[in-house]
């Protein structure tokens, strides 16, 4: 089946660092998103990840494994600003529009 | 630079009624999509398009009705509203998805309620 696991709620401390997992399981797997979505707003893009291993944006870093159906989002230095929802999203292979989405993990960032 | 936009942003109606949810972009983008988004689920598509008079379902179409004459507006038609189409509403765009890689772009969305 198709399915994408994702804590639903995390709680920080400004300026620590957070990591927030996804697992999943598609049929066929061709590359993974993770989206932030702050409170009554639209997702925005974070990153995509295809090939093992992990991709550095900033504060902001992502890890794919693709024999463990694993993902994560990293996010250092936190600031208040980075209390969201994040969303973490897969490719079916076998269908040309289908992305399966996670319920998304609330961050909460406390001073 | 517009982008996508959704109107109307905020809408209350009736059960029975019909409701239609606008979305225009300006990217000249060929695929666009209608998402649902409740407590609890992750985005659910509804339908998607993947050029003008293309038309597809995707996991949660019934009840809805799409259209796509022209490249950058994709209209949601609800036919008959139910208290469960009560959600939020996003219309997303991508210039293309057989790169995968390609980012898929939301608008602000649509809020719904159907008392």
């Known amino acids: 089946g198709q399915n994408i696991d994702q804590p639903t709620e995390m709680t920080a401390t400004e300026g620590a660092i957070v990591q927030i997992n996804c697992t999943y399981q598609?049929?066929?797997?061709?590359?993974l998103f993770w989206y932030q979505q702050h409170a009554g707003e639209a997702p925005t893009f974070l990153s995509y990840?295809?090939l093992d291993g992990l991709e550095e944006k900033g504060r902001f870093s992502s890890f794919l494994s693709r024999s463990k159906g694993y993902s994560y989002l990293l996010l250092k230095e936190l600031q208040m600003k980075d209390s969201a929802s994040y969303l973490c999203?897969?490719?079916?292979?076998?269908?040309?529009?289908?992305?399966?989405w996670g319920a998304g993990t609330k961050l909460i960032i406390k001073p | 630079d517009a982008g996508i936009t959704q109107s109307p942003r905020y809408k209350i109606t009736e059960t029975g009624r019909q409701v239609t949810l606008m979305c225009h972009q300006t990217?000249?983008?060929?695929?666009m999509f209608w998402y649902r988004q409740d407590l609890g689920h992750g985005l659910r598509l509804i339908y998607y398009?993947?050029?003008?008079?293309?038309?597809d379902k995707g996991e949660v179409p019934d009840g809805y009705v799409v259209s796509r004459s022209k490249t950058e507006n994709f209209p949601l038609t609800l036919e008959s509203a139910t208290r469960s189409q009560t959600s939020v509403y996003f219309c997303?765009?991508?210039?293309?998805?057989?790169?995968?890689?390609?980012?898929?772009?939301f608008g602000e969305g649509s809020w719904l309620t159907v008392v």
């Open positions: 990840n295809v």
């Open positions: 598609t049929s066929g797997f061709n590359g």
């Open positions: 999203a897969a490719w079916r292979l076998d269908s040309n529009y289908q992305l399966i």
């Open positions: 990217w000249s983008h060929s695929y």
């Open positions: 997303a765009s991508s210039e293309s998805i057989s790169d995968s890689g390609n980012t898929i772009y």
């Open positions: 398009s993947a050029a003008a008079d293309i038309t």
